[in-house]
């Protein structure tokens, strides 16, 4: 099925509530925003990507299944609605002389960074925005712009447009996507909501007539409102859930988090001492609530007891990242694609950027639970690793995801830590070592994304992992067959790259005075009699 690799933006407007089909749309309340607005039933809300999106995005709408992509002879297209938020200007008080940033002018900190990034992206208005700064402004037309529209039952006046952008294909005929939009001026916020579709006529210039109704649907129905009153019970209940954001940083950090999910139904939160959870139910299905969160509850008790592991082999020290991450647990496999535009066969990842794990519940049978502990333990090992060893620090692949598969196999039952060797890596490894198709091991370990991440990854993370199996396992079980010279790779490596931050170095002194060829034959027979 082809897929636009495109992003779309739909803004709410307001058509009168009570004249739509109310088959065809549902109207949903942001309480932040303070508005309400119709969707159509075709759309759902998804969470944007943390700390990739757009800072004047707040909601996004997409399909929810295939059968409600659009279906044109070009291929098959999601569709999409966005809210747009442009807050005025108000005067901001002046720091005392002092309060703020303790970093210096020429050592700016990642917080200033961070925050200086987020205001260069920022839009003062609409206007900048659909003219200017729009990522996905391809070749635009505007076939109307800024027409002015009367208030209607509760929807105040608002700017209408419509516009083109042309995405170009070297391959064949190019595809034209069409945007609706409506502005609204309101006392604290410019409001946009933008409705895009395809094209889906060979001839035509804009969408069919049914599409058109859709976002114009969508687009008009903006209605202020009065936004939810939290009662004593809630803020009780949000106070609870808030307990282990006890820092400032964590604090900035929970509500970076929590402005993610607010408004979007099915997704709620809750802090332990080491992670901000993020976790999804089917939100048609309220019932299912308690189920998402003892999935989720379940899942970082056990990410929390797995770093006992990590701490052990890498214990921590003084110039550790102090990170709040976000674990997220999607409702099921599609909303985790969905969420992170994630290709096929990925089951969770961790982005150092924003510091956020991802995973999904597997309650479909997708796979067994027993994978997606896994993935939780493999990931949060790169996180892990991320605070032990420091932004500025890159890890050579084979030591990185094959560390992070060999925790993957450890599971834990009344106390007591037991470890499998993993199946899968072990089916993909052996018959490279018989047919010797692996990567000589001089080769692989200086391999970094390049290289080690091609057509050929699932069978380098293979040999990655048996690699760690092997010097992580090899002294006890092997004894004195076991060099010392080999005993101390992971150590040495380890100590550079906390002293240096630099690949080749750590590569270099890990391997120093290594024969490589009876490392790889010691390694060779490690696959094919004790890796089971």
């Known amino acids: 099925m082809q897929k636009a690799q495109i992003a779309v933006f739909v803004l709410a407007s307001c058509a009168p509530l009570a004249a739509q089909d109310a088959s065809e749309y549902r109207s949903e309340q942001n309480d932040a925003m303070r508005i309400r607005y119709l969707v159509h039933k075709k759309l759902y809300a998804i969470p944007l990507k943390l700390g990739e999106s757009h800072p004047n995005m707040k909601v996004q709408y997409k399909p929810k299944d295939a059968g409600d992509f659009i279906h044109g002879r070009l291929g098959t297209y999601e569709w999409y609605m966005y809210v747009l938020d442009f807050p005025k200007k108000t005067d901001e008080p002046k720091k005392p002389a002092g ?8 050592e700016p900190s990642k917080s200033d960074l961070e925050a200086a990034i987020k205001k260069h992206l920022t839009c003062p208005n609409w206007h900048v925005w659909v003219t200017e700064k729009d990522p996905m402004l391809m070749e635009r037309t505007f076939a109307v712009k800024a027409k002015p529209t009367k208030p209607h ?9 419509e516009f083109a952008d042309v995405q170009k294909s070297n391959s064949g005929e190019d595809l034209t996507w069409y945007s609706v939009a409506a502005v609204y001026d309101l006392p604290e916020r410019e409001v946009a909501i933008v409705g895009r579709v395809p094209v889906t006529g060979k001839r035509d210039t804009k969408p069919s007539e049914k599409h058109m109704k859709w976002l114009q649907t969508m687009v008009q129905s903006l209605e ?9 019970a809630d803020a009780a209940m949000d106070a609870k859930k808030d307990e282990f954001a006890d820092t400032p940083q964590k604090k900035a950090g929970l ?3 929590k ?9 709620d939160y809750f802090t332990t001492p080491d992670y901000i959870v993020l976790y999804q139910w089917n939100y048609k299905k309220p019932e299912k609530r308690p189920e998402g969160f003892k999935f989720a509850r379940g899942l970082v008790d056990k990410l929390e007891d ?10 921590p020290h003084d110039k550790m990242l102090q990170l709040y991450s976000v674990f997220r647990v999607c409702n099921n496999y599609e909303d985790f694609m969905k969420y992170g535009n994630t290709p096929p066969g990925v089951v969770g990842w961790f982005n150092p950027g924003s ?56 599971s834990r039952q009344g106390g007591k830590w037991t470890y499998v060797v993993e199946k899968g890596r072990k089916m993909g490894i052996v018959p490279q070592v018989a047919r010797k198709t692996y990567i000589p091991l001089r080769e692989i370990v200086s391999w970094n994304h390049d290289k080690y991440y091609g057509p050929r990854a699932v069978d380098h993370y293979a040999q990655g992992y048996s690699m760690i199996d092997f010097l992580r396992r090899g002294p006890e079980v092997l004894g004195k067959k076991f060099e010392a010279s080999w005993a101390a790779i992971l150590d040495t490596y380890r100590e550079t790259m906390l002293a240096t931050s630099d690949q080749k170095k750590a590569m270099e002194k890990a391997f120093e005075g290594i024969n490589w060829d009876a490392f790889e ?5 490690w696959v094919k009699t004790q890796l089971k």
């Not at 309060?99 to 020429?106: A, H, P, V």
């Not at 039952?153 to 447009?161: D, E, R």
């Not at 797995?306 to 214990?315: G, H, I, M, S, W």
């Open 255 to 257: 509500d970076r988090a």
């Open 224 to 232: 202020p409102s009065a936004g939810a009153d939290e009662g004593a």
């Open 521 to 525: 034959a010691a390694w060779i027979d």
């Open 153 to 161: 039952a509760k929807s105040p006046a608002s700017t209408y447009w």
């Open 99 to 106: 309060e703020g940033s303790t970093t210096t002018e020429s």
């Open 355 to 410: 510091k956020e794990l991802v995973v999904f519940d597997d309650k479909d049978a997708f796979m067994g639970k027993k994978d997606v502990d896994a993935t939780v333990r493999h990931e949060g090992w790169h996180q892990y690793a991320h605070s032990y060893f420091g932004e500025k620090a890159e890890l050579h692949r084979w030591f990185d995801e094959g560390t992070g598969d060999y925790y993957g196999g450890f």
């Open 306 to 315: 797995v770093r006992q592991l990590y701490t052990k082999d890498y214990p």
């Open 259 to 267: 402005e993610n999910i607010a408004n979007i139904p099915g997704w």
